[in-house]
């Protein structure tokens, strides 16, 4: 399968009143064509700034990418040009945010915010415009679209905007779609029937997805890999069975424990206690060390090994060096 | 739509018709008479005067009369200048206070929002600096202080300006600048805090992730939202820049309006009062009314009719 996306040793550092914060620290991974990534982690974990960062959204200052690179179908989008990388959002590659009663602005018609990007980055009449995005209201499920497009948001629940927020992500066609949790403002039955519609869309569009989420329930049935992340890098990447059924890190294993699941009915959920490190002054060793139940006296001290199981499956944790499974072994 | 416009103006002449009783009767509280200043007058002469302008009778009478003249806007002749009726003054006043007070509003606003914008978009720069001092500034000097100086200075020193009247367009860039540079401070200052907020809304951010220019995104997506509290205030503005005018017509010798109402006042001239001050107030409501309208036609979430919806 075609790699679209391929994020090498990604830093991302904001300098604040108190300090350089290291939000994202070293953050790999790829996203092949028609695919849907998920990562996952804790709030604060350094989701977000990673999919900012995808799109040059950034705020700058304070923000800044301090090493690393982003390729795109073979061009690293941290090196665009500003005007450059216009031409890319919204075209290429969309962004979904969290809050839908937000993401839109109040005082414009649906109609006008539907069309405004398609407006900008082709050549097309208002007409062929309202028509389209018309067509994408019908696939994302807004009755009467020809009448909805007149109204404001207001007028709109929140289930009913996040899907016009997602018909304004898709209406250039993008190959990848940035969705930052984009369920987690809704209600459950409302959450469910978005997923749903994910689905469809990426089976009717083939587009690529990355899905955020710090609720690993969510991306279950979505997610073709999982990539976990933890205190600005990820610590495991799996196909979504290898996670799920094999999760090699003690922080995915205690994610996966604080989840409620179907196949494990009465287990009782254990939420993993303590708080993650502060990303001011992050530790040298594993930054898990505090929470781990398993961890060593090496661990504290010393970044973890990486280690790839399979193809896919990869982990940073000291557990999987030889010799601790020796010990553990005896 | 109807019914809410029709209700406005039932309460609108409500309150007129308070402010004219409120001005009656404080204006008849107020010791002395159109007459006992002018020595000579003898007192048969004073009592066929008071006899004629009706201030011989009760004062609920005259209450009744004065409030014909209110609902027929027809307050008769002043008492100072029997030549002139009130709406002579006023038709003459009038014209010039309105171009004064437009021509301070209209540059107040746009340079208030032009600084403001600027002054947001290079949020702590220098320019943000300069503009904010500057603001601070104009907003704690009252317009009496920097007409004066303005005077002094352009008119005096170096002369390049005219001192007074209401003449020429040179005429009027001192009195404008006197009377607009406060309101103008205000909308500077509120269009700045308003626009850095709206700024980190995420429907801008939504507009970034669209690839939108930068300047679409300012000018379609976050000015109409940051002007909001702007318009709010705008009510508040007018009425200083109203009341305004009368100091700045005083200094400037501006034959406004502001000129008649301050020596109606001082000459107990009671139709010219009653006059002037329906008139003032009636155009007050009016824009307010105006402004809260526009307010409806800029946020689709405020409703001046019950329709549409879910
Ligand atoms: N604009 C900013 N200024 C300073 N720190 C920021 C900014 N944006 C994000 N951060 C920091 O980066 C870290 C990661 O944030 P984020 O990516 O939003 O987490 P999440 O995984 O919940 O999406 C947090 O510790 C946050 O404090
Ligand atoms: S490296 Fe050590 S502390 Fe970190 S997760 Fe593995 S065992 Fe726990
Ligand atoms: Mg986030």
Same mark, same amino acid.
């Given at each position: ?83 450059? $990388?216009?031409?890319?959002? %919204? =075209?290429? *590659?969309?962004? +979904?945010?969290? !809050? ?100 469809? $869309?990426?089976?009717?569009? %083939? =587009?690529? *997805?990355?899905? +955020?989420?710090? !609720? ?111 010990? +553990?072994?005896? | ?310």
């Amino acid at each position: 399968m075609e790699k679209i996306l391929e994020v090498n040793d990604l830093h991302v550092s904001f300098q604040t009143y108190g300090g350089e914060v290291k939000a994202v620290r070293g953050v790999s991974f790829d996203l092949h064509k028609g695919e849907t990534l998920a990562i996952v982690g804790e709030s604060g974990c350094g989701k977000s700034v990673t999919a900012n960062s995808i799109m040059k959204l950034i705020p700058s200052p304070p923000g800044k990418i301090a090493n690393g690179s982003i390729y795109f179908k073979g061009r690293d989008l941290t090196r665009l040009s500003e005007k450059a $990388i216009r031409d890319i959002r %919204g =075209v290429d *590659i969309s962004m +979904i945010f969290q !809050d839908p009663m937000t993401a839109l602005n109040p005082t414009l018609t649906i109609g006008n915010q539907l069309t405004e990007g398609i407006k900008q980055h082709q050549n097309i009449t208002s007409k062929e415009a309202k028509t389209k995005a018309i067509d994408m209201l019908n696939l994302v499920g807004i009755p009467n679209p020809e009448e909805r497009m007149k109204q404001y948001p207001h007028q709109f629940s929140g289930g009913m905007r996040q899907r016009i927020v997602i018909a304004m992500a898709l209406i250039c066609e993008p190959e990848l779609l940035i969705a930052d949790e984009p369920t987690t403002a809704l209600d459950v039955t409302i959450q469910a029937q978005i997923l749903q519609l994910f689905n469809k $869309i990426q089976q009717e569009t %083939g =587009v690529s *997805i990355i899905l +955020i989420t710090h !609720d690993l329930g969510v991306v279950a049935k979505i997610a073709d890999r999982i990539a976990v992340m933890y205190a600005g890098k990820v610590i495991e990447v799996g196909t979504r069975k290898e996670i799920f059924y094999t999760p090699q890190h003690p922080y995915t294993q205690g994610l996966l424990n604080s989840v409620p699941r179907l196949d494990k009915r009465k287990e009782k959920l254990v939420p993993i206690d303590g708080t993650p490190p502060d990303l001011f002054a992050p530790p040298q060793g594993c930054p898990f060390t505090a929470r781990c139940p398993k961890a060593m006296e090496v661990c504290g001290k010393v970044y973890p090994i990486h280690s790839e199981l399979s193809n896919t499956h990869e982990v940073d944790c000291w557990l999987q060096d030889e010799r601790a499974k020796q010990h +553990i072994a005896t | 739509m109807v019914k809410y416009i029709t209700k406005r103006l039932v309460l609108m002449i409500l309150t007129i018709f308070i402010i004219a009783s409120l001005t009656f009767f404080l204006m008849h509280a107020i010791p002395g008479s159109p007459f006992n200043e002018e020595r000579g007058t003898n007192e048969t002469v004073q009592a066929n005067l008071e006899e004629h302008y009706h201030l011989d009778e009760p004062l609920l009478v005259q209450y009744f009369i004065y409030m014909k003249s209110v609902v027929t806007f027809d307050f008769g002749p002043s008492i100072k200048q029997p030549t002139e009726t009130v709406n002579d003054l006023l038709g003459r006043g009038f014209p010039i206070s309105a171009e004064l007070g437009i021509i301070s509003i209209v540059v107040a606003v746009i340079s208030g929002i032009i600084l403001g914008v600027f002054a947001a978009l290079r949020h702590n720069g220098i320019i943000d600096y300069m503009a904010m001092a500057f603001a601070v500034l104009g907003i704690s000097i009252p317009n009496f202080v920097l007409a004066t100086l303005l005077i002094q200075k352009f008119a005096v020193d170096w002369d390049v300006l005219p001192a007074a009247t209401w003449s020429s367009p040179m005429h009027m860039i001192l009195p404008t600048i006197a009377l607009a540079t406060g309101p103008m401070a205000i909308i500077a200052r509120l269009t700045r805090s308003s626009m850095i907020e709206t700024l980190t809304q995420d429907y801008i951010k939504t507009a970034h992730a669209k690839g939108l220019k930068p300047w679409k995104i300012v000018i379609k997506h976050a000015l109409k939202n940051a002007l909001m509290p702007v318009v709010t205030i705008m009510g508040t503005l007018l009425a200083g820049v109203l009341t305004g005018t009368f100091v700045i017509e005083k200094i400037f010798a501006i034959p406004g309006m502001g000129k008649y109402f301050v020596e109606s006042i001082n000459q107990r001239d009671y139709p010219v009062i009653m006059g002037t001050t329906v008139f003032y107030s009636a155009f007050l409501i009016g824009m307010l009314f105006l402004v809260d309208i526009a307010y409806g036609l800029l946020d689709p979430r405020i409703k001046l009719h019950k329709e549409g919806g879910e």
